[in-house]
């Protein structure tokens, strides 16, 4: 069957997301777009933050496809006030502006964004920072012992701090340089000032330590930043990139699903996935929505019923009329939310980071301006030692040590890493530093109900035969029917038989009925096994008179042979866990909802069963993201606890993300603060509480660090405290706050 091109994403599109960024950036006056040499050219007026800008134009171009760009060779056109043409194969976007102001621009180079180099380039970018944070421990490591236990000149173990200091401090010097460039000073400058400091006079390994806590935290963030980007691209990869189109002469040819239009027909086999949104016009079959709405049971799909992009047809085969083009699919959708939601979602501030720069020029200023008062105002010697006093270096060297926040940068990260620690021997993965400060201030928990409140699989409970006494026969049958089937009931019916001690039987004959169930052979006779409906249309439809339907929340597999009808029942289960991790959380003070796609009626039943304070069913992943906005726009700090890819753009969204961690996929897994790995919801108390403690640690560490440092700059300034003092003080309270961070380690579950 031929194959056609795709076509292009709507020209509108794009243009309309480049003429966006460029009124919302003031700064920005034009963008040059290549698609030969796929480079992307931007020009700023005044004072920039390009790392800023960069990262938001990447989002920006990921809507615009550079193939095509290449391929249509034209200007697309457009209603914005903008200036759009075409020159020398590039197209220029500008404002308007006098003839003048382009001498004043200053154009930015940056490599096209494509998914698969960025995903590279973060790849790269993580283990080459986590390469030098080895060799920064490494070289600190072999310094401190060989300086402590060995008999060895001098020069070596300052050789080695030195290689350490180089290597640690390396990525830092890079960022501060380009800051330095913009006129910015940070916290990368900071913490070269402070290793800098501690060298001048004499305490290389502790510079050298600060450089590689640092330049450790710097490969962790990169590393996140790596697999969000995978996993943003995996998605991408696994979306469905062709579809049997409906021919007017009745025959089938595969197009790619961006050439699909309104209106087309195409045809969906078994253990396909929809390729794009519609409506079913022919046939009949069950959809998997599961990545969609988290729902274990697959939903029937008729004529007339909608299909949704990315999800799986279970095993009709059916003629579905497109809705909505591809780029507007529910899978599309997901990757977006999840692209935009992360911008939602602040990173958290250090105190360190939001006093970084003014405190740099501040220490350095005051070291500065001593150093000439020392000099010029006493008249004490600028850099040579008197039996009557130290110089003025010396002193100002010393007032450096005492301001230094060595404590203070190490009071956060230190307690951070020991509640990592504590929670990773206990089955709870924080992702980093902001979630363990940030769930202590959660106030509202949002809860998805599949995987997360319940088990997330269907079990089955109970076993039903028409008279009663052949159940053992019922259940048989049906094994012997499932296992020729992929349904998610066949699975659980299946390995139910096989607890059971039950041999499925071989069959004769085996056929999968559109729409009702399955139809075997076995020795036995025909059997049939499906929905009610089998029953109902068959000569022993009377037998349903006395039998009501499933209870609420159960799903009823039926099994009709030539001498028995039965029925098995099948739920999913809620966890074991759940009502005490909810009754804990309403007795801190803590609101609980439920947030999930799957039916009102059930939902409602979990949620009164757990004491659960507000239930919100038949969601959208949109319609999640919807309501953590609305929460957080009243004030409120959440905190979101789901499994599957449909929660992954409301847990992005979210103050505080939790993932299950045994059975969550891996996108929900990704935008992910919090893990629990053991997939044990009560994790989420223990996760809790660590996280209250830690934010208790860190307050005493941050009054230690800053008394110690107040104190002795008080007293420096008056020159009363040797440098020996200041030393010990300075890495006294360093060693407290270590100390008192371990404390953590020993905290009880």
Known sequence: MPNSTPSPPDSSTWMAALADFLMDEPEVESIR???????????????????????????????????????????????????VQQKDGAFVIEKPSCPTAPKFWKWRDFAWPEPDEMEQASDNEWRTLAMQAGICAVALMAGYIIERFFAAP?????????????????????????NLRERRLDVHFL?????????????????????????????????????????????????????????????????????????????????????????????STAADESTLTGEAVPIAKETGAPVYGGTLNQWGVVQVRVDRPATQSALAKIITLIQTAQHLRAPSQRFTDRFGTRYTVFTLGVVAAMFFVWWLGFGIPP?????ASN??????????????????????????????????????????????????????IAMDKTGTLTEGELKVTKIESFPAGREQ???????????????????????????????????????????????????????????????????LGEVLAGVPDAPLGFSEVWVLHEQIVGRVLLKDEIRAGSGAVLEQLAAEGVRTIML??????????????????????????????????????????????????NDAPSLAAAYVSVAMGARGSDAALEQSDVVLMQDRIEKLLSARRISHSARR????????????VIVMAVASLFGIVPLTLGVLTHEGSTVVVCLNSLRLLFEKE
């Open 391 to 444: 110089s003025s270096f010396y002193r100002a060297m010393t007032l450096l040590v005492v301001m230094s926040p060595c404590a203070l940068v190490l009071s956060i990260p230190s307690a951070i890493l020991a509640a990592i620690a504590w929670g990773a021997r206990r089955g709870v993965l924080f992702r980093g530093g902001a979630a363990i400060e940030k769930l202590a201030e959660v106030d509202v």
């Open 596 to 645: 999930t796609g799957d039916r009102r009626a059930a939902a409602i039943e979990v949620g009164e069963k757990l004491g659960i304070a507000e239930v919100r069913a038949g969601l959208h992943p949109e319609d999640k993201v919807a309501a953590i906005r609305e929460l957080t726009q009243a004030g409120h700090k959440v905190a979101m606890i789901g499994d599957g890819v």
């Open 33 to 83: 777009l290549n698609p030969d040499s796929k480079r992307v050219e931007m020009a700023t007026l005044g004072s920039v933050d390009g790392e800023l800008l960069q990262a938001k134009l990447t989002e920006v171009l990921r809507a615009v496809d550079a193939k095509w760009l290449k391929q249509n060779g034209k200007v697309p056109p457009h209603t914005s006030m903008l200036e």
């Open 191 to 283: 913490m070269l000032a402070v290793a800098s400091g501690a060298v001048a006079i004499g305490a290389w390994e502790e510079g050298a330590l600060l450089l590689f806590l640092f330049s450790t935290s710097g490969a962790l963030e990169h590393f996140v930043m790596f697999r969000t980007h995978r996993e943003i691209n995996a998605l991408t990869k696994a979306a469905p990139k062709f579809a049997h189109v409906l021919l007017p002469d009745g025959n089938t040819e595969d197009r790619g699903v961006q050439a699909l239009r309104v209106g087309d027909v195409i045809v969906v086999k078994p253990d396909e996935l929809f390729a794009v949104d519609g409506t079913v016009i022919s046939g």
């Open 697 to 708: 640690i860190i307050q005493q560490n941050l009054i230690i660090s800053l008394g110690s």
């Open 383 to 387: 850099l040579e030692n008197t039996a």
């Open 473 to 539: 026969d019922v259940l048989r049958i049906a094994v012997s029917l499932e296992a020729n089937s992929n349904h998610p009931i066949a699975r659980a019916i299946t390995h139910f038989g096989e607890g059971q001690g039950i041999v499925a039987e071989k069959l004769a004959e085996f056929q999968s009925i559109a729409g009702q169930g399955l139809r075997g052979r076995t020795e036995g006779g025909l059997s049939y096994v499906g929905r009610r409906e089998l029953v109902k249309d068959s000569a």
């Open 154 to 178: 001098a020069w070596l173990p300052k050789s080695l701090f030195a290689i350490s200091l180089i290597s640690g401090g390396w990525d830092a010097a890079k960022d501060a340089w380009e």
